[in-house]
């Protein structure tokens, strides 16, 4: 039941935002996803992709970052808030992987099978779930499926899932989404869920989702004059980095 009400949603979802880029070509690196996704945390993908440019045009290589002051990458970085935190987390992150590893070439990882990069990734400080997720996903191309608030909140209403948690959300679908399909799915679900269904005032009245959805106020919200469209926020920043 559930599987079926997914599949209706996945194609409704691709029919109104269209499928993903080919994701044969273009494949970001490791730490590219790593370091992109830190950035991202609590502020817009414009943002920390206008901080992700910044940081490369300055320093050549991630090594480079690992050796610059603390205060060099977060005056890269400022654009995107949080400026001071994430540049501490960043140079701790490479400093632990170079010590680690001796290199940070994690291309190494490309070997190991999906639990084994869990378990290694999930030894550092600021590296959970989602982000091992996404790269998984845009780094090795594999059909992992990241669960961010978006996805979480998107699925819930839907019916789709009853957790009260990302982390119970991504272990619920874990064996529920159709092979090769959560790639899609998830960036879908994210543009539905940063234009539609937002988490304040969801577009309910011009939802194409209306009749599947189980959120329990769906009605107050399709009569609410409150829930006006807002611009296009279709920009994911691992999609381009
Ligand atoms: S009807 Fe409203 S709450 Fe339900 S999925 Fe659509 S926008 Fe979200």
């Known amino acids: 039941m559930k599987k079926a009400k997914l599949n209706s949603v996945i194609r409704k979802l691709s029919a109104y935002f269209g499928k993903p880029f080919d994701r044969k070509t ?94 290694e990734l999930l030894r550092y400080d600021g590296i959970g779930v989602k982000t091992i997720s996404c790269v998984l996903m845009f780094a090795m191309r594999r059909d992992a499926f990241p669960v961010d608030t978006h996805v979480h909140r998107v699925l819930n209403r839907l019916g789709i899932v009853s957790t009260n948690s990302a982390e119970k959300t991504f272990e619920a679908t874990k064996d529920i989404i159709p092979k090769g399909r959560k790639y899609e799915l998830h960036t879908n679900l994210i543009k539905f869920g940063r234009n539609i269904c937002r988490s304040k005032n969801p577009l309910c009245s011009i939802c194409f989702l209306f009749r599947e959805c189980e959120f329990s106020e769906k009605e107050i919200y399709r009569k609410s004059p409150g829930g006006r469209k807002t611009g296009n926020n279709n920009f994911i920043i691992l999609e381009n980095i």
Request: charged share 35%; proline share 2%.
């Open 26 to 119: 273009n494949s970001p690196g490791i730490l590219e996803i790593l370091i992109g996704t830190k950035l991202s945390q609590n502020t817009t993908d414009r943002s920390s992709f206008r901080a992700y440019t910044n940081l490369r045009e300055k320093f050549p290589s991630w090594e480079d970052v690992c050796e610059a002051d603390t205060e060099e990458i977060r005056e890269c970085i400022k654009v995107c808030g949080l400026a001071k935190t994430k540049s501490e987390n960043i140079k701790k992150m490479l400093s632990e992987m170079k010590s680690n590893y001796g290199t940070l070439d994690l291309s190494f990882l490309k070997e190991y099978d999906d639990d084994k990069i869990y378990d």
